[in-house]
């Protein structure tokens, strides 16, 4: 029997980030301040970034180096396992080869760590005590609280109320790490105190838990804000299951034709794809096929123009050049929570727009579909965000089948699904369904793009 599993020893572990913005073969659009449509600068980032996050943000430096500190807190759960899924591609009756890189392993369930736990030591360094953040369904709080908890500092996450209410679990997890948590808008700051006087009964919104979680760390000199996607430096954070992989796919003997991920800012995705996109880029494997996954209720990169927008809903946060749905657009409630972003990392959608990687739009049934079938031969619960992944290679290794074609598949594994069993009972028993492409939405939203000098 073939192995199934690539275990890396923690002395093998990556010491250093990748950043692609040098190797880019044209530089990356410049970003605009909110407020003033100027391009933004360091200095305007200081009151809320540690100056550490804000130079990589910028770094012209190819590889950098992993603190010491943060690589001992990575090696309690790093390196993830890389696995091949021998059982699927029996399944699937296919010459292709499935591997899938699992993050699925970190305390808090997926990749949101690796860039919760940098940050959290960057801001601790800088004398930071506090640091402020927003969640939905609770994925990347959770990461935060679980990053400040390592490196003893505290943390507050604005959770947007309505999934306060309906998903107690990762509420429960961050207070069982020490973050306080409430259900945003707050009594806590005055945009929630406006908005709760206004309306009581507000069931809260991402842009609003934004903005209570800027506005907190705006007004408190001892806090700051942390993201957990989109930036540059997050996708940096995350390049390590990259440079894991390409260690592991060593071992193996193999080297990926294919590279699929799911994307919502793009994080987890890119983390994987950049670290072997300097082969296409220097000419080495031109031919290597990276394809962006996302939900078809939020098609940001196969349905949105190329323009500048919000990077946030709240329009508080710098102004992005991205494939956008607009920013005050509202996707429907489909169960990839982490999918429903209107825009995507600037690092991602410059690469699409170059043509080096692609996209696709996929329905949640088929996706769920892909995660039942994925359960049954690997046995692993997928959480509906990487869902996505398991689809898209499930139907490329069909391919490679009816094609009598051996492609070796890289499957970007975020997370698992364990918290998401309503949504697998809801599939499982047939009540689950799809929602078309809301095209009207995004036109209205589409009207509300910021003015930039340049766009
Ligand atoms: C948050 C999340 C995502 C989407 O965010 P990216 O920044 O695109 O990676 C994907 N998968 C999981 C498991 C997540 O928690």
């Known amino acids: 029997m073939e192995r199934t599993k690539f275990i890396l020893d923690e ?3 990556p010491t250093k980030w990748y950043n692609v913005l040098p190797d880019l073969p044209e530089p990356l659009p410049p970003v605009y301040h909110p407020v003033t ?24 430096e190819r590889y950098i180096e992993i603190p010491e500190e943060v690589q001992a807190v990575y090696r309690t759960w790093r390196p993830t396992v890389l696995h091949r899924a021998h059982r699927l591609e029996k399944a699937l009756d296919t010459p292709a080869k499935i591997f899938f890189k699992y993050e699925g ?14 940050q959290a030591y960057y801001n601790k360094q800088e004398g930071i005590k506090r640091l402020t953040t927003e969640t939905g369904a609770g994925q990347w709080g959770s990461a935060l609280a679980m990053g400040c908890a390592f490196f003893g500092i505290e943390c507050k996450v604005y959770m947007v109320k309505v999934s306060y209410n309906q998903k107690p679990y990762r509420r429960i997890l961050m207070e069982t790490w020490g973050a306080k948590c409430v259900a945003s808008p707050s009594e806590d700051t005055k945009i929630g105190r406006a908005i709760l006087a206004d309306n009581p009964n507000s069931p ?5 838990a934004i903005s209570e979680a800027i506005e907190d760390a705006a007004t408190h000199d001892d806090t700051h804000y942390s993201i957990g996607s989109v930036l540059n430096h997050v996708l940096l954070h995350q390049t390590i299951i990259g440079e894991e992989t390409r260690k592991q796919m060593e071992m193996a003997d193999a080297y990926p034709d294919i590279i699929v991920g799911c994307v919502g800012g793009g994080s987890n995705f890119a ?6 996109i300097r082969d296409k880029l220097s000419g080495k494997k031109p031919n290597m096929r990276i394809i962006c996954v996302e939900p078809q209720a939020c098609p940001s990169l196969t349905k949105g123009p190329y323009t500048y927008d919000y990077g946030d809903t709240a329009g508080m946060a710098p102004i992005l050049k991205m494939y956008t749905l607009g920013h005050t657009f ?10 429903r972003y209107h825009g995507m990392a600037p690092i991602i959608c410059h690469l699409y ?18 995660g039942v079938q994925f359960a049954r031969t690997e046995g692993i619960i997928t959480g509906p965000e990487p869902c996505h992944d398991l689809r898209v290679a499930i139907d490329e290794a069909i391919k490679c089948r009816e094609a009598g074609e051996a492609k070796t598949i890289l499957i970007a594994h975020s997370g698992h699904g364990h918290f998401d069993l309503a949504a697998y009972d809801e599939y499982l028993s047939g009540r689950m369904k799809d929602y078309a492409y809301p095209a009207e939405k995004v036109k209205e939203a589409l009207k509300h793009l910021p003015k930039v000098p340049s766009a």
């Open 11 to 13: 002395k093998a572990m």
């Open 37 to 60: 449509l100027k391009p933004v600068t360091p200095d305007d980032m200081k009151p809320i970034f540690p100056m550490a996050v804000i130079m990589q943000e910028f770094s012209p």
């Open 105 to 118: 392993t970190s305390q808090a369930g997926s990749h949101k760590p690796n860039t919760a736990v940098a």
């Open 204 to 208: 809260g919104s991402l842009g609003i």
């Open 271 to 276: 983390g994987q794809f950049l670290p072997w």
């Open 330 to 339: 509202v996707p429907p409630p489909v169960h990839a929570g982490g999918l």
């Open 353 to 370: 727009r170059l043509g080096l990687v692609e996209a696709r739009a996929e329905h949640q049934k088929a996706v769920f579909e892909a």
